[in-house]
């Protein structure tokens, strides 16, 4: 149990209980590791929330205490307007004075279709928090963070990825990749087949760009991050050649495609091959591709 | 991978390629050194973290270490350099892997680990040393590894790197391909003794039906067979553990190593080639780009070996039997040799491929070898190509006599291999032809040396192939002087050359100083082996052969007087002509005959620089042929007089109508054409004649001989020296004839004895003289002598008639004389004429007498004294005791007339003869024998002129 103190008038202490067994994930929050626990859409999330007052001499008035879980798409670039996901409200007590006391909560098998997110701008948070309602004087707040991962339950439909890069009659090469569809730990296999290659090409390499599109209440944001590059060819190839390609994403740090979260927000995943010649010209060509989560946690985050 | 630290790289590329290549050498090094150094600050983390046993980290370091290998600035020398060094750090790796994989069992961990390097060069080199290792541990997983990483590598078509890094795949490999090991091969061998056995026992037990006995051998073999494939897959699952899919595939463990290397081979080969190919940087001048082709091509060259290591290694494999490399190495080898269409790879491969397997493969697979020659690249050196095969073909043969079966197939092949060959490549040069004409000829000889007409064949495809109107180089004309010695030396007997029915007509091809030089050595080469040519036709073929040593052709230098080498070459030539012509002979007569008619044919078109040298040798061996004849047809007469039955020798030899007659009668016609030429040894040679043809007994021969010779001296020779000398000769040769009627003899001494006074110079006259003197008081000497026998004989039956008589007349014809001294044996004698000899003598004297210079006088004085000695000697009576007496007194009147410049006038040699004859004189006065011959010689005086 972790208590507490707001402004010295009293400590909260919220605690989750059903958590054994649960996976934790360790994020950064003011540049403190955090350890949440995860949970899924519809799981139960209950809990005991405990209020002692520190200073017991003075009395402390309120106009009733609440307890709410929330999600919510924070975004720092709609003028810090936060969107509440999901949220439900529990009214712990009526206004009164404030004595030390516990309750226990409990929201069964609370829908959460969202998952939780830390963006470039955007982020996705759930949140049990605690609010201590006075009148004249500042609320009194308490949250605990916890994490929420959906498996996906329907697998997206994969198609085969062919791209083709063509100037006509100095450079023809395809790629083709027999999913568009990945789960987080995949591998991405592909080929890259060469049918005229004039151009003195000198290396070629994938990279994942992740692009999070916001659409605040005036214009759209988008943020392009490339999270990583990887280098499929070294040299010039021959015509007729097929060059292998297999990459692997445990490394990365993705999360599945998003789309349309509450009408503004998405996230969506990349493949995009450089094709670079002597001078240093570029070449390339970009596809989405499709993340799932086949389980909780990526291997990298036990 | 950051675009960040990409750039730098870049922009440092660019100007390495702006500046001059003078100052790339000191930059590669400073390059080098920097990476290196660079390499080695990683390769130290590595350790560290290799130490500590952490795999994360090492993967992170070595990947970092490897990063130098991206470098494209470094000339592939200098790359391999930094190869090695990293490679060898890349242990520490492999050896952290392989304690990590021992722990636990995560070796596709490892695998997959590895593969997380964004940068494709440390990545894969990290993923080859990962997959050594995990095949290593477990070698089930070796086949899915091998193919995993072939596949992956293809991710670098970057020529040079791409290369270094398969090498890096071979190496880390080698020793993991699966292979027929020991054991197997054992069991295998088990496995087949244990059925021959069976198969042994099979008949022993069935004698009664042949027939079924053989089908169910046959059936027997076929079972062997699939039994002994099926033995192989137990034994393999047994060792290996094959994989489902392996079998299901039908690959054997060992096949995969077969096709894993022969798939690298392909793929480094590719690379290698590309090297060729790469594109140069745009902004250097034409001049730049030539040279720095050139650079690239030589420094491809010295990569070839990172190719050839895969044919080593294939090599290596037991598993590539002489049925596994017939049917599934060779040719995909030989198809990608064809495809790549590069002609360094293709001479290199294909020579490799030669030099790598046993010489027994390519016995086995000649024709496939054959089948891509005609298609490679036009510049591909093919000379060099068959060449080396026939050079190992030939190797192998001799060091494995007998192991070849099918000899003649081969050359077959070969012979069918090269028109295919010259077909094709209408670009062949004609030198390279000829060599490999030349190859494949050592190859038959060495094959088969009984089949001449092969080498025929090949001598006349090379007359083919120069056959077009163009002038031969100097480097054709070598190889065709090698091909004409290539049978010379083999052979070393010309009997089996002058077979050879194209040889002259190669030789004809060459000019005229090579022709004079391989006939030289055609010579030569008889002589060295002392060939005897027995046979008219052959003899005739040879001249063909060797014309140019005879004829003057039209392509004939003329011969410029002053140059000693030509002049020295040509006596050479000549005087080996001379003494070849000695080795053309027969033992039957006629044949013999025969063959010195040929040559005189042929000499007596040669002109008279040749004839002056070459007729002596020929007049040398007739007469030869000549005294072999009378040899034979004495012993003839010997065996008909005995036997008068039919002789059949004796017959032959009328019937070819032959006798020694007539070979003095083509003597004499040879040597008519020499006299005019060269009187001084035509001169000789009748002297010679006459005697050769005087022991034949052949008077008028002899005579005319004689008379020749005197004729020759009468119209040509005009020096007086050489008169004396000739004349000399004259009266000396005629002095040992005996086969002459006194009368003719008498004739001929008095021509002797007039062109003798007739010398010019008075001492040659009076030494000419006295040697005429001989003539006239001729001794027969020799006791073997076949006149003198017959004479002999003769005499001893006239002996017991007359024992009185000193004058014998034997057959009307000869008159001998037996003087019998008192004291001694009897002494024979063919000629005597005291008064003639006397009037020489005496002739002598006076002529000496008219000298001025006393010393000379003296000296000549002495001379003839010593002469008239010899005759007093003989106590003929031709010289008595008081001519001796006179001369003594006149040798001592002419001294005393000189008295006071004696000793300045005698010189010690003359003095010394003096001395020496006084004291002979001397001693035949003591002697028993002599002593009363002497007596009435006084010598008191000169011995009190001696004791002054």
Same mark, same amino acid.
């Given at each position: 149990m972790s208590f507490f103190t707001s402004k010295g008038l009293c400590t909260i202490g919220i605690e989750l209980t059903n958590t054994q067994d649960r996976p934790i994930k360790v994020v950064k929050r003011n540049k403190k590791k955090k350890n949440l626990y995860v949970f899924s859409s519809k799981d139960t999330i209950s809990g005991v929330v405990e209020i002692k007052a520190?200073?017991?001499?003075k009395k402390l008035e309120h106009i009733g205490i609440e307890l709410k879980l929330c999600g919510v798409l924070e975004?720092?670039?709609?003028? #810090?307007i936060n969107t509440d996901l999901v949220s439900s409200v529990k009214k712990?007590?009526?206004?009164g004075t404030l004595s030390d006391r516990k309750w226990q909560f409990s929201f069964p098998e609370?829908?959460?279709p969202q998952e939780s997110y830390d963006g470039v701008n955007t982020s996705i948070h759930y949140y049990v928090k605690v609010t201590i309602k006075r009148n004249y004087a500042v609320n009194i707040k308490q949250e605990k963070e916890f994490c929420v991962r959906n498996l996906d339950p329907k697998i997206p439909k994969s198609v085969p990825i062919k791209m083709e890069v063509g100037i006509e009659d100095f450079l023809h090469i395809d790629f083709t990749f027999p999913k568009s569809v990945y789960h987080l730990n995949d591998v991405i296999l592909g080929r890259i087949n060469y049918y005229l290659a004039k151009i003195n090409l000198k290396y070629m390499q994938i990279a994942i760009i992740k692009r999070e599109v916001f659409r605040a209440s005036e214009e759209t944001f988008t943020e392009k991050k490339t999270l990583c590059t990887f280098e499929v060819m070294d040299g010039a190839p021959v015509k007729g050649e097929s060059i292998p390609v297999r990459f692997f994403l445990e490394n990365l740090k993705i999360s599945p495609t998003y789309r349309k979260i509450a009408k503004r927000f998405s996230v969506r995943y990349y493949l995009t091959l450089f094709l670079i010649d002597e001078r240093e010209k570029r070449y390339f060509k970009q596809n989405e591709i499709i993340f799932y989560r086949k389980s909780i946690l990526k291997i990298d985050e036990k | 991978m950051s675009r960040k630290d990409k750039t730098p790289k870049i922009s440092q590329k660019n100007q390495e390629q702006k500046?001059?290549?003078?100052?790339q050498v000191g930059e590669q090094t400073q390059l080098l050194d920097s990476l290196k150094a660079a390499a080695r600050r990683s390769g130290f983390y590595l350790q560290r973290s290799v130490q500590e046993g952490k795999l994360s980290d090492s993967i992170k370091q070595a990947g970092e270490m490897l990063? #130098?290998?991206?470098?494209?600035?470094?000339?592939p020398k200098n790359y391999y350099d930094l190869y090695l060094f990293v490679s060898d750090e890349l242990r520490y790796f492999g050896l952290l892997l392989r304690e990590s994989i021992k722990k636990e069992p995560i070796a596709s961990i490892i695998y997959r680990d590895?593969?997380?390097?964004?940068? %494709?060069i440390p990545r894969l080199y990290l993923l080859i040393t990962a997959g050594a290792v995990v095949i290593e541990n477990n070698p089930k997983k070796t086949r899915e590894i091998l193919l995993d990483l072939l596949e992956m590598?293809? #991710? $670098?078509? @970057?020529?040079t790197r791409g290369l270094f890094l398969r090498h890096y795949l071979s190496q880390m490999t080698k020793d993991l391909l699966p292979d027929i090991s020991e054991s197997e091969k054992g069991s295998k061998n088990g496995n087949e003794k244990e059925i021959e056995k069976e198969i042994e026992k099979e008949p022993k037990n069935q004698k009664s039906n042949e027939n079924e006995n053989k089908n169910e051998k046959k059936n027997e073999n076929k079972n062997v067979k699939i039994k002994k494939e099926e033995s192989k897959t137990e034994n393999n699952k047994n060792?290996?553990?094959?994989e489902n899919e392996d079998k299901k595939n039908n690959v054997l463990p060992w096949m995969i190593s077969i096709n894993f290397t022969i798939q690298n081979l392909i793929e480094m080969n590719k690379l290698w080639i590309r090297i060729q190919h790469q594109k140069l940087p745009g902004n250097i001048s034409k001049l730049e780009r030539v040279s720095s082709r050139i650079k690239l091509t030589e420094e491809r060259k010295d990569l070839c070996s990172l190719v050839g290591t895969n044919l080593v290694r294939l090599s290596q494999l037991?598993? $590539?039997?002489l049925e596994v490399y017939k049917e599934r190495v060779l040719p995909i080898l030989l198809e990608q040799i064809e495809q790549c269409g590069d002609k360094i790879a293709q001479s290199y491969l294909t020579e490799a491929i030669i030099l790598v397997f046993p010489d027994e493969y390519h016995i086995h697979t000649l024709p496939d070898l054959f089948s891509i020659l005609p298609n490679? @690249?036009?510049?591909?050196n093919i000379k060099n190509i068959i060449i080396l095969l026939i050079e190992r073909l030939i190797n192998f043969a001799n060091n494995n006599?007998?192991? %070849?079966?099918n000899t003649f197939l081969i050359t077959q092949i070969f012979s069918k291999g090269i028109s295919s060959i010259t077909r094709k490549r209408t670009s062949l040069p004609r030198i390279h032809l000829l060599s490999i004409l030349n190859g494949l000829m050592k190859l038959s000889l060495c094959l088969h040396?009984?089949?001449?007409d092969f080498i025929n064949h090949m001598l006349s495809s090379c007359v083919k192939s120069i056959a077009i109107q163009k002038k031969l180089t100097k480097d054709e004309i070598n190889e065709i002087l090698s091909i004409l010695s290539t049978p010379l030396d083999f052979y070393n007997d010309l009997n089996i050359l002058v077979?050879?029915?194209?040889y002259s007509m190669l030789i004809d091809t060459l000019p005229n100083e090579n022709r004079r030089i391989i006939s030289l050595k055609f010579l030569e080469n008889g002589l060295n082996t002392l060939t005897? $040519?027995?046979?008219p036709k052959k003899v005739s073929k040879l001249l063909e052969i060797t014309k140019v040593l005879f004829l003057d052709s039209?392509?004939? %230098?003329?011969?410029?007087?002053?140059d000693e080498n030509l002049k020295s070459l040509f006596f050479r030539e000549q005087y080996t002509v001379c003494r070849f012509? @000695?080795?053309?002979?027969?033992?039957?007569i006629a044949k013999s005959f025969k063959i010195l008619q040929i040559i005189a044919d042929t000499f007596s078109s040669g002109g008279t620089r040749r004839i002056k040298i070459t007729i002596p040798p020929l007049v040398f061996s007739a007469l030869q042929l000549a005294n072999g004849i009378r040899q034979l047809e004495k012993e003839k007469k010997k065996i008909l007089n005995n036997n008068n039955k039919e002789n059949k020798d004796h017959d032959n030899l009328e019937d070819i109508g032959l006798s020694a007659k007539k070979i003095f009668e083509f003597i004499h016609k040879i040597m008519t054409s020499l006299t005019k030429l060269l009187p001084l040894k035509s001169l000789k040679l009748f002297l010679q004649c006459a005697l050769a043809s005087d022991k034949c007994n052949f008077e008028p021969i002899a005579y005319e001989f004689m008379t020749k010779a005197i004729l020759v001296y009468n119209d040509h020779l005009k020096d007086p020296k050489t008169q004396y000398q000739m004349i000399n000769y004259i009266s000396s040769t005629l002095q040992t004839?005996?086969?002459?009627h006194p009368d003719n003899y008498s004739l001929l001494c008095n021509q002797c004895g007039g062109y003798s006074a007739k010398l010019n110079i008075a001492p040659h006259q009076v030494r000419a003289i006295v040697t005429c003197s001989y003539l006239f008081l001729s %001794?027969?000497?020799?006791?073997?002598n076949i006149a003198y026998k017959e004479i002999k004989e003769k005499i001893e039956i006239q002996d017991e008639k007359?024992?009185?008589?000193k004058i014998v007349k034997v057959e009307k014809v000869k008159k001998i004389i037996e003087y019998k001294r008192p004291s001694n044996e009897p002494v024979l004698l063919y000629f005597i004429d005291v008064k003639r000899l006397l009037g020489c003598i005496s002739r002598a004297i006076r002529v000496a007498g008219s000298l001025m210079e006393p010393s000379l006088l003296f000296e000549l004085l002495i001379e003839i004294l010593n002469t008239c000695l010899y005759f007093f000697e003989l106590d003929?009576?031709?010289?008595?005791s008081s001519f001796i007496n006179t001369l003594l007194d006149l040798i001592l009147q002419k001294k005393s007339e000189n008295e006071s410049n004696w000793k300045q006038l005698l010189t010690k040699p003359i003095y010394n003869f003096y001395y020496l004859t006084f004291k002979h004189i001397k001693l035949c006065k003591k002697n028993k024998e002599t002593k009363r011959l002497f +007596?009435?010689? +006084?010598?008191e005086k000169i011995l009190k002129d001696f004791l002054k």
């Open positions: 520190t200073k017991k001499r975004s720092s670039l709609d003028s #810090g712990l007590a009526t206004a609370f829908n959460m | 500046k001059t290549p003078t100052t990063n #130098g290998l991206r470098s494209s600035s470094l000339s590895v593969q997380f390097t964004s940068r %494709i590598c293809k #991710g $670098v078509p @970057h020529p060792l290996q553990g094959n037991d598993s $590539v039997t490679l @690249h036009q510049e591909v006599p007998k192991s %070849i079966e040396p009984q089949r001449i077979q050879l029915e194209n005897i $040519v027995s046979s039209k392509d004939s %230098i003329s011969e410029n007087e002053e012509i @000695h080795l053309l002979r027969s033992e039957n004839l005996r086969a002459f %001794i027969i000497k020799q006791p073997l007359n024992k009185n008589k003929s009576g031709a010289v008595n +007596k009435p010689i +006084k010598i």
